[in-house]
């Protein structure tokens, strides 16, 4: 046999930035972090994604990065900034992908230049796939907008866009240089949005921590309150669980899991089949009740802990089915979300399920018959009649 091999590994580091008026002049944070990374003799261009939502809901805020970028100099802003359309829309719609492309080329960016989104997660998601892929990679930063991108998907390392009507078909494991979490970006989303992101709080609480769970649980009443702090305590406890998990497991998902995509598989699927009217939290509670509830069924979840969680979720304000999860027969379309799921991973199914709350399982089939008995009983719960849902 004849050949040469190699191995190498590479380091990714980065750091996820927790602040208040992040573009207010006496900010010093985003100046500060341009500082140390500046390259002698390159000079360092910046071009800004924005979402429509935010740049409307904050009507300053183009005004503050041009004012901000004049006071603090260390990067070269460049001032065409972009706003698109956020949601789904960004990720489905090919022209918003072109658009950022040919700017990145018309400003001439480099690999040393930045590309800075501000949004939800889908805008994140776009901006950060155009920078991995433009010269093989521009550096690119993160602020997230929303409860659900400040506590999930903006701190991850993954990017992409939707093709072929999958969710994510296209995309890349690449992290940001930072991340940068500014709370007043939450303060004019809708209380549907607010909520929302709630929801992957839960789910990484389920399988990482039953104390947070238990925490949540305890602070329910302030969260849907919109207490700031209370929240801001909820985001910082999400981003930790999740950088543990990227630092110590499979962060570029090379096996055939995802642990920490419990009640995924269904609510990726219920996303596409109403065309993504339900927000992404919104499909991942019903698809963590979905999951509960066949986690009890199967004799791995006590009835009093699925009680707890369906508990939760209604509390908070929460649908936990819809029609179109509802399973009548194998042909059923919410269950092409599995095989979706399997495609996606690489291998053979895995599917997270519970044993406790804060301990998950993986599992590699799922019964329809106990998939149809969980659906029929989220299908008759109501809050007083929790007591006899098991």
């Known amino acids: 046999m004849n050949y040469i091999e190699q191995s190498f590994s590479v380091r990714f580091e ?15 944070l985003l100046s500060n972090f341009f500082e140390k990374l500046a390259v002698t003799g390159s000079v360092q261009k910046i071009l800004f994604v924005i979402d429509a939502a935010v740049a409307a809901n904050h009507s ?36 918003y992908f072109d658009y950022i492309v040919e700017a990145v080329n018309y400003h001439g960016l480099d690999r040393h230049s930045w590309l800075a989104a501000i949004g939800g997660g889908a805008v994140l998601d776009l901006a ?6 433009a010269h ?38 690449s992290p940001p240089f930072a991340v940068f979490n500014d709370d007043i970006l939450l303060t004019t989303l809708s209380d549907r949005d607010w909520r929302a992101g709630i929801a992957e709080a839960i789910k ?22 919109r207490d700031t702090a209370v929240m801001n305590a ?12 990227i630092a110590s497991g499979d962060p570029f998902e090379k096996g055939s899991s995802r642990p920490l995509d419990f009640g995924h598989w269904s609510a990726h699927k219920l996303e596409q089949l109403t065309n993504f009217s339900l927000l992404h939290g919104e499909a991942v509670a019903m698809g963590m009740a979905l999951d509960t ?27 936990i089915t819809h029609p179109l999860m509802q399973i ?3 042909n059923s379309p919410i269950l092409l979300g599995l095989n979706e799921f399997r495609e996606h991973l690489g291998g053979r199914l895995t599917i997270m399920l519970l044993r406790d709350i804060g301990k998950g399982e993986e599992v590699h089939e799922m019964d329809t018959d106990l998939l149809i008995r969980a659906g029929e009983q989220l299908k008759m719960c109501r809050k007083k009649e929790l007591s006899s849902l098991l």
């Open 14 to 28: 980065y750091k996820v930035f927790f602040t208040s008026n992040l573009f207010h002049s006496s900010n010093c």
């Open 60 to 95: 300053q805020l183009l005004l503050q990065i041009n004012s901000y970028f004049k006071k603090y100099d260390s990067v070269e802003l460049i001032k065409d900034i972009l706003v698109i359309p956020g949601g789904e829309t960004a990720k489905n719609d090919n022209q």
């Open 128 to 133: 950060g796939y155009v920078a991995a892929i």
């Open 136 to 173: 093989r990679g521009i550096r690119h930063i993160r602020i997230p907008s929303t409860v659900l991108s400040q506590n999930d998907s903006g701190i991850g390392v993954k990017n992409g866009i939707n093709f072929f009507g999958k969710k994510n078909f296209l995309g890349t494991f």
């Open 204 to 225: 990484v609480a389920l399988i990482k921590d039953s104390k947070f769970f238990s925490w949540i649980e305890e602070h329910s009443k302030e969260l849907i309150n």
């Open 234 to 245: 909820l985001i910082r406890r999400c981003a930790e669980l999740h950088l543990q998990h």
């Open 293 to 319: 509830m066949y986690s009890t069924l199967s004799g791995r979840l006590s009835s009093e802990k699925a009680l707890r969680i369906i508990r939760l979720l209604l509390n908070l304000g929460f649908d």
């Open 328 to 330: 009548e027969e194998e």
